[in-house]
């Protein structure tokens, strides 16, 4: 099946900074999905990217759909303890419920 | 918003058991889906639904079964629960194409 690259797996930031994660592909995608999980919980989307290309913002996140369709990338601007947790890239090709991949995860940990 | 609602936070299971996880939908959604999540594996999908009546394997379906009898509702069953079974369970939903919507998880512990 398709694989998704997620990087970096964990990030040691100190409360303030930028953050910056992102997704690979070796295939095209047609929707780029961004989750964020709290310990113990289920995870909740971010952001929704359709179209290659589109930058789309909510809040202090931004994220956007590679020129190629086979990536996209997560920023987090001024990050608070709040941010901490586990975010997920997941791609769609097409309508199919098995045409959903997900990245392993990119784990934040912020230092007091 | 989307809510999609698993049953249980946390169950506890002896080996052998037969385990139920619930989870229910409230926007009409066809797609509904079970994964379960393992520290260094990720989110790996075990059965989905396009629609009632309907299911499909996932990458990891060995051991589980699923029902959907009706639209909002979609069971996982483990026949006979083993002990690498333990693990985070997540139930979503989503319509034929868009966001996926996910539920809190059960976190199933089978000693």
């Known amino acids: 099946g398709q694989q998704l690259n997620q990087s970096p797996q964990s990030m040691f930031i100190q409360e303030g900074e930028d953050v910056s994660m992102n997704c690979t592909s070796s295939s095209i995608f047609n929707t780029w999905l961004w989750y964020k999980q709290d310990p113990g919980e289920g995870p909740v989307l971010l952001i929704a990217l359709y179209k290659a290309g589109e930058l789309t913002s909510n809040g202090r996140l931004t994220a956007q759909f590679g020129i190629t369709r086979k990536d996209s990338f997560l920023n987090i601007s001024a990050s608070i303890p709040s941010d901490v947790g586990i975010y997920f890239c997941?791609?769609?090709?097409?309508?199919?419920?098995?045409?959903?991949?997900f990245g392993k995860g990119t784990h934040l940990i912020i230092q007091p | 918003d989307v809510k999609v609602t698993q049953s249980s936070r946390y169950l506890v299971k002896r080996t052998g058991e037969k385990v139920f996880l619930e989870c229910v939908q409230d926007m009409d959604h066809e797609n509904m889906f079970w994964y379960r999540q393992d520290p260094g594996l990720g989110l790996r999908l075990i059965y989905f639904s396009y629609d009632v009546k309907m299911k499909e394997k996932g990458d990891i379906p060995e051991g589980y079964s699923v029902s959907r009898e009706k639209k909002e509702r979609f069971s996982l069953i483990l026949e006979s629960a083993s002990t690498n079974q333990t693990s985070m369970y997540l139930c979503?939903?989503?319509?034929?194409?868009?966001?996926?919507?996910f539920g809190s998880g059960t976190q199933l512990s089978v000693l």
């Open positions: 997941a791609g769609q090709l097409g309508g199919g419920a098995d045409g959903l991949t």
């Open positions: 979503a939903s989503r319509l034929s194409t868009g966001k996926l919507f």
